[in-house]
């Protein structure tokens, strides 16, 4: 599990309007809780990324496709047996096939197996995960520098969006992607019904040349990647090194105001 320590200089926040120093608390809060999400979905990404590499090596696979040859063959030959008449199994085969799979299913998922297409998912729904909540601490602090109009977040504001300059981009194609899917960008130009204009990709993973290609929700390895707004594929790093940078911003967010009161350490143990 990645623990992410943040030291609050104090407990309270000094701010000459106490109303403001409240809400810009709860600001600081939430990015926090921000802070955490990326912690927690990135351990379960990259445990879930082990499980598979685990699971699909030669070996694993081997031992795995048969004892799926024994199920099988166990099914039908209990199946078969059951049959009034075993010639029946040839004469009406698609049916009788169709059956025997049916069992299969239910005994592979009785015994917990988890569906193919499932797990294939979850790696992707922690990926969309650490996205979101990277993407929720970027509007907060946004939120902030236009609250406090202080240098030290204006400067962190930058900082952040120089880092990750796609990171909106992304995370709005991913929230609208009933719209990239059909090949729009910006929403007035899902009103005008004017198409993007795909760009080029070659990255290792996609390579495609010419007129571009739509390409959404990808991994590569631990980048997940879109097509944005302006017809260009971008990616986002689901990794230690994001979550880091992230938490690195935030300390220094804390350490740049003014605080009365015992230290405090984060998170509570």
Known sequence: MFIVNIEYPGTWLEFPDKNKAFEIKNLISSMETAVIDMAITLTMFIECQQKNQEEYSSDT?????????????????????????????YNNHDYHRTETEKLYRKEKLNSGEIPRSYKHRISFIHAHSFLSSADTFSKYLSVLADETELAHVKNLKKQLEDTFPSLSKIRNSAQHSEDRSRGYGKPADVRKKVKMDLKPIDNGFIKAEGGGVLALSNLNGNRLGYTIDDGTYQ?????????????????HLI??????GPVEISPHI
Do not use: H
Not at 61 to 89: C, K, T
Not at 236 to 244: A, K, P, R, V, Y
């Open 61 to 89: 696979m081997r031992d795995s496709w048969e004892l799926d040859r024994q199920l099988r063959m166990r099914i039908e030959q209990e199946y078969r047996a059951a049959l009034p008449n075993e010639n029946d199994f």
């Open 235 to 251: 990616e986002f790093e689901i990794s230690q090194n994001t979550l880091g940078v992230v938490a690195d911003l935030f300390q």
């Open 255 to 260: 350490n740049g105001f003014q605080w009365t």
